[in-house]
């Protein structure tokens, strides 16, 4: 039996703070310290919406667009991450539109994406994987004819973990863990637009970097982008246990 400490993720940070605010989410009430998210009074309230650049030890960055949620009385669709709790707010979170905008998201993600998951030394433990199971996605529409990264060239050269390019979605979690929770600021994003892609400096590999192989980076990243070679060589852990760092 796969034994395994899953701790419930919010989403975004807890915030403290002496002001209460209640809203309407999905038709329930809900009260939350001012200054919390909406995706973060969502969770607390039993509602978890999708999401994949955000995580609860980071600061939120809204760039994926999986957690658009409806809010009543205003236009477009705000990152729940991103968009502060108000009070008397109405929010809707999963409506048939919100669900094919989410779907429509995630067929971008999966079409410059390897398609082995089987084979993945992240597969089981692979959140984009969950979130292609979240949104319904069975079918993708779009091949690989065009421009994509799926050759991109793998860097194994940190004794610790490996790099694979062909795998990033560019979330942007492990340069906000490098930077936000080790306090290296060892990765950047390098190019953009399509270019764009995690780099540990100008065009060098890890070993040389500014790296100094915390793992900060490897336990924010939602995919097998950055992966432990010990993981790649044993498979998944069949349990965890709470200890502490020695590093």
Same mark, same amino acid.
């Given at each position: #039996?796969?034994?395994?400490?899953?701790?419930?993720?919010?989403?975004?940070?807890?915030?403290?703070?002496?002001?209460?605010?209640?809203?309407?989410?999905?038709? #329930?009430? *809900?009260?939350?310290?001012?200054? @919390?998210?909406?995706?973060?009074?969502?969770?607390?309230? &039993?509602?978890? +919406?999708?999401?994949?650049?955000?995580?609860?030890?980071?600061?939120?960055?809204?760039?994926? =667009? $999986?957690?658009?949620?409806?809010?009543? !009385?205003?236009?477009?669709?705000?990152?729940?991450?991103?968009?502060?709790?108000?009070?008397?707010?109405? +929010?809707?979170?999963? @409506? %048939?539109?919100?669900?094919?905008?989410?779907?429509?998201?995630?067929?971008?993600?999966?079409?410059?994406?390897?398609?082995?998951?089987?084979?993945?030394?992240?597969?089981?433990?692979?959140?984009?994987?969950? #979130?292609? /199971?979240?949104?319904? $996605?069975?079918?993708? =529409?779009?091949?690989?004819? /065009?421009?994509?990264?799926?050759?991109?060239?793998?860097?194994?050269?940190?004794?610790?973990?490996?790099?694979?390019?062909?795998?990033?979605?560019?979330?942007? =979690?492990?340069? =906000?863990?490098?930077?936000?929770?080790?306090?290296?600021?060892?990765?950047?994003?390098? !190019?953009? &637009?399509?270019?764009?892609?995690?780099? %540990? !400096?100008?065009?060098?590999?890890?070993?040389?970097?500014?790296?100094?192989?915390?793992?900060?980076?490897?336990?924010?990243?939602? @995919?097998?982008? $950055?992966?432990?070679?010990?993981?790649?060589?044993?498979?998944?852990?069949?349990?965890?246990? *709470?200890? @502490?760092?020695?590093?």
């Amino acid at each position: #039996m796969l034994e395994q400490l899953n701790e419930k993720d919010f989403g975004t940070p807890r915030r403290i703070a002496e002001q209460e605010v209640t809203l309407e989410i999905d038709g #329930m009430q *809900v009260t939350v310290a001012a200054g @919390t998210s909406i995706m973060r009074a969502a969770a607390e309230s &039993g509602v978890n +919406v999708p999401k994949l650049c955000a995580t609860d030890s980071l600061e939120p960055f809204g760039s994926c =667009r $999986l957690c658009l949620v409806e809010i009543e !009385g205003r236009k477009g669709y705000p990152a729940s991450c991103t968009t502060q709790v108000e009070r008397g707010m109405k +929010v809707r979170t999963q @409506t %048939p539109k919100l669900q094919a905008l989410r779907k429509g998201v995630m067929e971008l993600y999966i079409s410059d994406h390897p398609l082995d998951c089987l084979t993945c030394a992240a597969n089981g433990n692979c959140e984009l994987q969950d #979130m292609a /199971g979240v949104t319904g $996605l069975r079918e993708v =529409r779009y091949g690989y004819e /065009g421009e994509n990264h799926i050759h991109s060239q793998k860097d194994e050269s940190n004794p610790y973990f490996t790099y694979d390019p062909s795998k990033c979605i560019v979330c942007n =979690r492990c340069v =906000r863990a490098c930077e936000e929770t080790q306090g290296t600021y060892a990765l950047t994003i390098s !190019g953009r &637009g399509f270019e764009s892609r995690v780099s %540990p !400096g100008q065009d060098q590999p890890f070993m040389d970097s500014e790296c100094v192989s915390c793992g900060a980076c490897v336990q924010a990243c939602p @995919t097998a982008t $950055l992966q432990e070679k010990t993981v790649i060589e044993l498979g998944q852990a069949e349990h965890s246990v *709470v200890t @502490t760092c020695a590093y």
